[in-house]
Structures are given as structure tokens and as C-alpha cells.
T-cell receptor
Framework: GQSLEQPSEVTAVEGAIVQINCTYQ??????LSWYQQHDGGAPTFLSY????GLEETGRFSSFLSRSDSYGYLLLQELQMKDSASYFC??????????????FGTGTRLTVIP | DTGVSQDPRHKITKRGQNVTFRCDPI?????LYWYRQTLGQGPEFLTY????????KSRLLSDRFSAERPKGSFSTLEIQRTEQGDSAMYLC?????????????FGPGTRLTVT
């Protein structure tokens, strides 16, 4: 099976930087994805790491350490619209040997003025 | 709008009734996934299709749940004899290839309420 751990809630000030951590346990790990979900909306893809290191996409960056089974999402220059839930998801072999995503329970980010 | 559509958007049903949801993925996408999401939780994997073949089902998926993708295009998810615990958002997602499964395009979901 798979298990992922994320903080349940984070609050940060507009313009600041926030880091959302994710630790995981899985047997057939391929990579770690991050998704954003606004209240009432669908999850949308943010970033993916298959190899160790940092991936940067605009204000968002994602980091992976395969040896530590750990990753994080870094959000810079926070804006009010960044208030949402953020999910890490392991891309895993699954029972059939194919690629599936298994999601964590999510971190609710609240950006305050 | 990701290009993935789901119908209906909301469904209220009485316990014991059967319900069916439809998902239309992005047209060129071969892979289609179904998830269930409850409040405060992440999407929980239910099943997925590669074209018309259902390749994996979650061990958590009850026998009351069945999914089809008869022509490799749209998919349906049926829940028989609904229970109150089935109340959730049912999400559909698609990707073009197995190698791009890390980037899934989600539909708006069908919110099921079982009374």
C-alpha cells in the first residue's frame, strides 16, 4: 500500500514564502506530484518530481529526496488566490504494474493580508 | 475548464437506490481514472481504464461499484444499493499516456448525497 503525510493546515501572510512538506511510504515509487484544489473546484496539476532536486515553475517550486522519501512544495510571493488545499500524490506502480496516483490528505493553506 | 466533463454535477438519492455517473475525458486521452473524495480528504483512487480495458480496481471498492468504458471514450460509474457512506464527490480524470499519469486532468466532479 501507500501512505503519505502532510500537515493539515498552514497559514501564511500575503507576499511571504511557505513550504508544505510531504513524506511518503510506497513500494513502487516513480515520482511525486503536487496538485492544488480550491474549495468547490477540481484538483489541478502544479508540479512533478521524478528525480532528486528542485523543480521551479514560476512562483512554485517542488523538491524531492528519494532517499528520504520526502518532498516539499514551495510557494513564493504568496497571493490571496493561493488559498486552497494542496495535495502531494505518489506516482506508484500499483498492483497491476501500471502508473497510478495516490493522494495524501492535503494541506489547507490560508493566506492572510 | 480542463476539457473533462462529468454528468450530473449533483445527485441526491435515497438509500438503496442505484445511481450512475458519466465522465467524458479529453478526446485523445487513453487513460481514464475514477476517484472518490470526501470532505477534508484527498482523492481516493477507485479504478482506471486504458482505452476500454479496466486495468485496476481499488481493494477498497465494494462489489456495489462497477465502472465501464465500452468504446474507450466516455465512462460510467454505477453504484448499486447506495448507502449513506457513499456520499462523496466522485471525480474523473484523464491522461494521454501511462508515462504522463503524473499529470491528470480532472473533471468538476459529481457530488452524491445519499439520504
Amino acid at each position: 500500500g501507500q501512505s503519505l503525510e502532510q500537515p493539515s493546515e498552514v497559514t501564511a501572510v500575503e507576499g511571504a514564502i511557505v513550504q508544505i512538506n510531504c513524506t511518503y511510504q510506497t513500494s513502487g515509487f516513480y515520482g511525486l506530484s503536487w496538485y492544488q484544489q480550491h474549495d468547490g473546484g477540481a484538483p489541478t496539476f502544479l508540479s512533478y518530481n521524478a528525480l532528486d532536486g528542485l523543480e521551479e515553475t514560476g512562483r512554485f517550486s517542488s523538491f524531492l529526496s528519494r532517499s528520504d522519501s520526502y518532498g516539499y512544495l514551495l510557494l513564493q510571493e504568496l497571493q490571496m488566490k493561493d488559498s486552497a488545499s494542496y495535495f502531494c500524490a505518489v506516482r506508484d506502480k500499483g498492483r497491476s504494474g501500471a502508473n497510478n496516483l495516490f493522494f495524501g490528505t492535503g494541506t489547507r493553506l490560508t493566506v492572510i493580508p | 475548464d480542463t476539457g473533462v466533463s462529468q454528468d450530473p454535477r449533483h445527485k441526491i438519492t435515497k438509500r438503496g437506490q442505484n445511481v450512475t455517473f458519466r465522465c467524458d475525458p479529453i478526446s485523445e486521452h487513453n487513460r481514464l481514472y475514477w476517484y472518490r473524495q470526501t470532505l477534508g480528504q484527498g482523492p481516493e483512487f477507485l479504478t482506471y481504464f486504458q482505452n476500454e480495458a479496466q486495468l485496476e480496481k481499488s481493494r477498497l471498492l465494494s462489489d456495489r461499484f462497477s465502472a465501464e468504458r465500452p468504446k474507450g471514450s466516455f465512462s460510467t460509474l454505477e453504484i448499486q444499493r447506495t448507502e449513506q457512506g457513499d456520499s462523496a464527490m466522485y471525480l474523473c480524470a484523464s491522461t494521454a499516456l501511462a508515462s504522463s499519469s503524473y499529470e491528470q486532468y480532472f473533471g468538476p466532479g459529481t457530488r452524491l448525497t445519499v439520504t
